[in-house]
């Protein structure tokens, strides 16, 4: 037996691997730096890091974290405009915040960003839900998210760094768009009566 053969070439590596290295690492990372950093509310850049890792699977320039981060503070922000109508006139500060919900949620179906989607909800019921107890509160939990937004982008960029993605290895498939008829949604509706 001789010791010149050539070693069998190494297998080529599964990209579900990596992906899954990369989503528990930034986790941990998201966690420990929050924590370490004294963010307000720690417990959301893990949850945003998470979010994050596991629906973008390439790493964000700068320019496109900040974006993603300035759309946040926008979308967000829009719950602090309906505090002084779910504090003074709160059936139609309600019903304003049903339409802009069903608003939201069409947007995502329809094929929109999934991550404004998410952030508009967000903004339209937990900011607008602290706002009515107190505006400060409200300021503080958009003040956290954003936060909580730049560390996980951060720590995406770390993860693609650590397990970059295999060469050759082929993007998730995307999920199609939702096609919304008026006749299926309408003879869903008249079910009900």
């Known amino acids: 037996m001789s010791t010149d053969s050539p070693a069998p070439p190494l297998p080529a590596r599964d990209p579900r691997a990596q992906r899954s290295l990369r989503v528990a690492s930034g986790t941990a990372l998201c966690l420990a730096a929050s924590f370490g950093l004294g963010l307000p509310i720690p417990m959301l850049a893990p949850v945003l890091g998470v979010f994050l890792l ?18 946040m503070m926008l979308t967000t922000g829009t719950g602090l405009l309906l505090i002084p109508l779910l504090r003074y006139y709160r059936v139609s500060g309600l019903l304003m915040i049903g339409l802009c919900l069903f608003l939201a949620f069409r947007y995502g179906l329809r094929g929109g960003n999934n991550l404004v989607s998410t952030f508009l909800v967000i903004g339209l019921t937990m900011i607008s839900a602290a706002g009515t107890f107190d505006f400060g509160l409200a300021v503080m939990v958009i003040g956290a998210l954003v936060k909580g937004l730049l560390v996980a982008v951060v720590v995406l960029a770390l993860g693609h760094w650590l397990f970059p993605e295999p060469a050759g290895a082929q993007a998730p498939a995307a999920a199609k768009p939702c096609r919304m008829t008026r006749l299926p949604g309408l003879r869903c509706a008249l079910r009900w009566w």
């Open 54 to 71: 596991a629906s973008v699977n390439r790493p964000m320039t700068p320019k496109a974290g900040l974006g993603l981060v300035l759309v």
